[in-house]
């Protein structure tokens, strides 16, 4: 897989983030999978957020093709938000740490 | 007699081409729906569990709904249901398209077929040449014997040719003819795929059935129902059904590879080093594709890429099967593989399945095949179509795993991917372990139609790698929607557009049919319908042990995920805890 990083959004992300965080923020990945990624135009972002909520208003300010996808800090319910491969959240609240990735994927695993 | 329905079904023998119209009580109707929860119960009003599934006696029923030719969504659907050749449990499997319409048009709720034609046949029924009063639609039987050894496209398209363009053809390939044990009914490039009931109806030497019929029933509220469907069909253009839409069910491959759950190797791992050559991805960047619907359909799933001179319709099923379980990344190797699978009939996860576990069997010297090696493309084309003539190895391989399995010995058994004899689909079990579950209790065996929990392991409910008793109760919750959807009968790639399920599948029922129906009825006639497959099977000789996962599951953890473990003891608590809950 071709990982492509989307400079440009990163270097403006992290001009939307107030001052002090930029301090003790995390950076970390955002991957994106299936409709996500087609919607993107990317696989792969880096970012800096303290949060998911953070990084979600980020994403819909930053890429046009995801404002429809997210309502302020949530993913709409056709989506979903995996943190490391491990565990799935949606609380706006959920913490972000370095180097954490976050997968943004489609809801519905049927096939 | 309610809206929505004729009220009887038609009976036919094959064996002389008699039918009959036998009426569908009310209650029968109102208690099962149509689809798999009318055809479940005609099979046991029929005696089937006991037949044979393979022998003249044994019903094949072909059930509609009563949303069938209504302008809902997705609502042109049949399902096919009998008792499997390659399971002897009950199986339920669907298609779509003008099949559905044209058989409810002629003048019946579902079609039983029961006897043995005296040679290769096509079943002929046309509304159009039966007595005013729709009592005796017309039938007939026609030689096939031109049409022996031909694929279902090409049946298809000769029969259409032949009788008019007016008429709707389900027909089996050679390997429905071969009785191969997983043969598909194959319908406008669809088939009703899994558990082999293109064998069911090769063995009543029918070739192909052509149906022509206009008759429509009735809705109860007309002007409510359009703008139901308007309502329903506008949110189908959603978000909600993007992924189906706009890449595909194909999409999930590397969705899967990246959460360690894509069976590679005959589930030897997780994850398959060569996934994004032949992901829908790097299939759009290299080929051509178009878009196709089922009639009366607004989503659109079907994601036809160029391969040489023809187009080959790709699901994640199919690639996962014919690919990455078979270890195989040549994107042109498994589009032919799985185009090939189509023309023969033959459902493509029992055929990667099976061919996966003989590679394995001749990578451990239990299988002197030398040529039958986990990577080549040419190897996997050859074997399909062994299978498809039962040639040689085909011949075994065409028996599905767990018949091979008990053939080959060494224990193959334990590394043989099935459940109750059906193959397991794309969800690696280890890594998605809600599915393990439905994979363990699933009447038709492994599967993940019947069966959604995979959902579930996709969301917040559960820890996916170490599911507790609590992911039970959700894992029926999914089984219990999919036997609503089955028999209303509804695509489940619309789930995601519900609000409110029960409420909303009731509005609909009570706008065709008159019913006052409600969302707790609907619930009750879901558990109704799971209750009548099991009662198929308990009488078929089921028994607690077919509840579970091969050894090769319960026993070795995923090479490069050792979170992803599940204990026989686990998993048989789980089940233990699923029959509680249920109350079985």
Known sequence: MILQHFWGANLSLISLVPCYHQFRVGRMHVEFLGVPRQRAGVSEIEVQADTLGQLLGLLSARIPSFSELITVDRLHSALVANLNGERFISDPQTPLRQNDSVLILSADAGG | ?584
């Open chain 2, 1 to 584: 007699m309610p809206f929505g329905y004729h009220g009887s079904y038609l009976r036919i023998d094959v064996t002389g081409g008699g039918a009959e119209h036998v009426a569908l009580p009310e209650t029968v109707l109102r208690q099962f729906i149509g689809g798999s929860g009318l055809g479940v119960r005609l099979l046991l009003d029929e005696g089937a569990a006991h037949a044979e599934p393979l022998a003249p006696e044994a019903p094949l029923v072909f059930a509609f709904s009563p949303l069938v030719g209504s302008p809902l969504t997705t609502s042109a659907k049949f399902a096919v249901v009998s008792k499997s050749p390659l399971t002897e449990r009950i199986n339920d499997s669907l298609a779509s398209s003008g099949f559905a319409i044209a058989g409810k048009g002629c003048g019946c709720d579902a079609i039983v077929l029961v006897g043995r034609a005296p040679e290769l046949s096509v079943l002929i029924i046309d509304e159009a040449d039966s007595d005013a009063g729709g009592q005796r639609t017309k039938v007939r039987l026609e030689s096939a014997a031109k049409y022996r050894g031909a694929t279902c496209r090409e049946t298809e398209a000769g029969l259409k040719a032949e009788l008019g363009a007016g008429y709707r053809v389900a027909s089996i390939g050679p390997a429905g003819e071969n009785s191969v044990r997983y043969a598909t009914i194959s319908h406008d490039g669809r088939h009703a795929g899994r558990g082999g009931s293109g064998a069911v109806l090769g063995s009543k030497n029918i070739k192909a059935i052509a149906l022509r019929g206009t008759q429509r029933t009735a809705w109860a509220h007309p002007t409510e129902l359009t703008a139901l469907s308007r309502s329903l069909s506008k949110r189908s253009f959603g978000p909600a059904t993007a992924k189906y839409r706009e890449l595909g069910t194909a999409t999930n491959l590397l969705t899967f590879n990246r959460f360690g759950a894509l069976p590679t190797r005959n589930f030897q791992s997780g994850t398959f080093e060569e996934a994004a050559n032949i992901s829908p991805e790097q299939l759009t960047a290299t080929r051509s594709k178009t878009r196709k619907s089922c009639m009366a359909c607004t989503i659109g799933c079907e994601h036809i890429y160029g391969n040489g001179k023809t187009g080959v319709r790709v699901e994640y099923e199919s690639l996962f099967a014919l690919g990455s379980l078979c270890g195989i990344g040549n994107s042109d190797a498994v589009l032919r593989a799985s185009e090939r699978c189509d023309e023969l009939g033959l459902d493509t996860i029992s055929t990667g399945g099976t061919i996966a576990f003989a590679m394995e069997c001749v990578e451990r010297g239990w299988l002197d095949e030398p040529w039958l090696r986990f990577g080549s493309g040419d190897a996997l084309l050859r074997a399909i179509d062994m299978i498809g003539a039962r040639e040689g190895l085909g011949n075994l391989l065409a028996e599905g795993s767990r018949r091979a399995a008990h053939k080959i010995g060494n224990n193959s058994i334990a590394i043989a991917p099935q459940v109750k004899g059906l193959e397991i689909p794309g969800y690696e079990p280890r890594a998605l372990q809600t599915m393990a579950l439905g994979f363990a209790v699933g009447a038709r065996g492994a599967d993940h139609n019947r069966s959604g929990a995979y959902e579930v392991d996709f969301s917040e409910k559960v820890d996916r790698r170490h599911v507790t008793l609590d992911a039970v109760r959700h894992a029926i919750d999914t089984e219990d929607r999919a036997a609503l959807m089955d028999s209303m009968i509804i695509c489940k790639f619309l789930r995601g557009v519900f609000t409110d399920f029960y409420s909303e599948t009731a509005e609909m029922l009570r706008n065709v049919t008159g019913w006052d129906v409600n969302a707790d009825e609907l619930r009750e006639t879901a558990k109704r319908i799971v209750s009548a497959k099991r009662q198929f099977n308990l009488l078929a000789g089921w028994t607690p042990a077919e509840d579970t996962l091969p050894d090769r599951i319960l026993s070795t953890p995923l090479p490069n995920d050792s979170e992803a473990t599940l204990s026989r003891e686990r998993l048989d608590g789980l089940v233990a805890e699923y029959h509680r809950q249920r109350g079985w």
